[in-house]
């Protein structure tokens, strides 16, 4: 995205979440061609209706398979002839067992949802950002990957993993032209988030829309000088 006269071409994973949702809005308000993955090609329908056109694409596939990401990939490429950006977003979270009772069921399910699904979509993408010599990619990280917390180690140690992985990355990309860098949010206003945290105070957490302006900064040639860095985000 070096060039802002140019139409963007914009690879979102997660796209059907509530921060999934934000990101493209926001893409789509600056004119971007959007490919939007999620796991269920029904619920992107749901949520995006009538913007599988000639513009958009809305594509399925499992984020942790290198072999659905290569298909996907190899589908915006074809429609779009490059790919400036990619947001991934797409992860999981859950609150755990105590680490000395943590079940490598658990371990595996975070680490695979939350740092392998980075390596598996981004080296589907990342290959031809390096030959065009530009493109950003920004990951969704969290807060909390700085520090362990009760029943959350498998989270915690996935989110830093994520974490180490983009700061690699970055130094591997940078002499090629592309950036990538994180977003760290504390907690975000979503309606799960609501859902499962009651009685706490949602003025207090992180509006998607926020979190969708921070992302486009970094996708944006605006961040062209930052390389592996975690932008926090908290009120």
């Avoid at 949802?113 to 979509?121: C, G, P, R, T, Y």
């Amino acid at each position: 995205m070096t060039d802002t006269t140019t139409m963007s071409h914009v690879v979102i994973t997660g796209a059907a979440g509530a921060l999934g949702r934000a990101v493209a809005q926001h893409f789509l308000g600056q004119g971007a061609r959007l490919a939007l993955v999620d796991h269920r090609a029904d619920r992107l329908a749901e949520v995006f209706p009538g913007l599988d056109n000639s513009q958009h694409l809305l594509l399925a596939g499992d984020v942790t398979s290198a072999a659905d990401m290569t298909e996907l990939a190899g589908q915006a490429l074809k429609a779009f002839g490059r790919i400036d950006a990619l947001v991934h977003i797409a992860g999981g979270f859950e609150m755990g067992e105590a680490t000395h009772a943590l079940t490598r069921a658990s371990w595996d399910r975070m680490m695979n949802l939350n740092a392998w699904s980075f390596v598996a979509v981004t080296q589907a993408v990342l290959p031809s950002m390096i030959e065009h010599g530009a493109g950003r990619v920004v990951a969704v990280t969290a807060k909390v990957a700085a520090r362990g917390l009760p029943a959350m180690a498998a989270y915690i140690a996935s989110k830093s993993a994520l974490q180490r992985l983009v700061e690699a990355m970055a130094a591997e990309a940078a002499p090629h032209g592309v950036a990538i860098n994180s977003v760290a949010p504390s907690v975000l206003d979503t309606p799960a988030n609501r859902q499962a945290m009651p009685d706490a105070n949602p003025t207090e957490w992180v509006s998607t829309a926020v979190a969708a302006q921070t992302i486009g900064f970094l996708a944006s040639p605006a961040a062209a000088a930052l390389h592996g860095q975690h932008l926090t985000l908290d009120t």
